[in-house]
């Protein structure tokens, strides 16, 4: 019996993994509220994925997924946060507008290359724009662990992975050696 590898599992879940020229492009601005039906459906997909990603792994740090991800070259992501209850957090157009001075280094894993964790540095706090469906825009700031997963979503959305942000001479770890599992970031 053939053990299937974490990133093997999250291919035959619909999920681009590493080596795919998609993850390491810029994506495809939305047109809002011109393209709302466009946006909507890829909202959709992004959601159809996480069910099917949901159904297989739980994640106690919250998770999130960007359009690129799953074969779509447009900038959406949703994440979800940790918190049981919270409502997805849905990232249109997002962009970093503003950082912290304040950062710390946390391991992160990716489901485009699922097999390790990383060592990351991210702020601990940033301001981020998204545009929503009807193209109003909004700013709102992030902290802690939901600052680091709305960064990661958003570097997919700008073609970089977290290996791009690790400091030099870091490497990811694999996932075998990683002991956070199941474990929050602690702050």
């Known amino acids: 019996m053939s053990l299937v590898r974490p990133s093997q599992q999250m291919r035959s879940l619909g999920v681009i993994q590493q080596g795919t020229p998609i993850l390491h492009r810029s994506a495809e601005p939305f047109?809002?509220?011109?393209?709302?039906?466009?946006?909507?459906?890829?909202?959709?997909?992004?959601f159809g994925a996480i069910d099917r990603i949901g159904r297989v792994h739980s994640f106690a740090k919250g998770m999130g997924i960007?359009?690129?991800?799953?074969?779509?070259?447009?900038?959406?992501?949703?994440?979800?946060?940790?918190?049981a209850?919270?409502?997805p957090?849905?990232?249109l157009n997002p962009k970093v507008t503003a950082v912290s001075d304040e950062t710390d280094e946390q391991y992160e894993g990716c489901l485009s290359f699922f097999d390790v964790r990383g060592m990351v540095p991210r702020p601990l706090r940033m301001d981020v724009?998204?545009?929503?469906?009807?193209?109003?825009?909004?700013?709102?700031?992030?902290?802690?662990?939901?600052?680091?997963l709305i960064a990661?979503?958003?570097?997919?959305?700008?073609?970089?992975?977290?290996?791009?942000?690790?400091?030099?001479?870091?490497?990811?770890?694999?996932?075998?050696?990683?002991?956070?599992?199941?474990?929050?970031?602690?702050?």
């Open 31 to 46: 047109d809002l509220p011109t393209e709302a039906a466009a946006a909507q459906a890829v909202i959709d997909e992004l």
């Open 66 to 83: 960007a359009a690129p991800q799953i074969g779509i070259p447009r900038a959406g992501a949703i994440v979800l946060p940790p918190t």
């Open 85 to 87: 209850g919270a409502e």
């Open 89 to 91: 957090i849905i990232l």
């Open 129 to 148: 724009t998204a545009t929503a469906l009807d193209g109003a825009v909004t700013t709102v700031t992030y902290e802690f662990g939901l600052a680091r």
């Open 152 to 187: 990661h979503e958003i570097d997919h959305l700008g073609g970089l992975l977290y290996t791009d942000r690790m400091r030099q001479g870091v490497h990811p770890i694999p996932v075998e050696e990683y002991r956070g599992t199941g474990t929050s970031w602690t702050y």
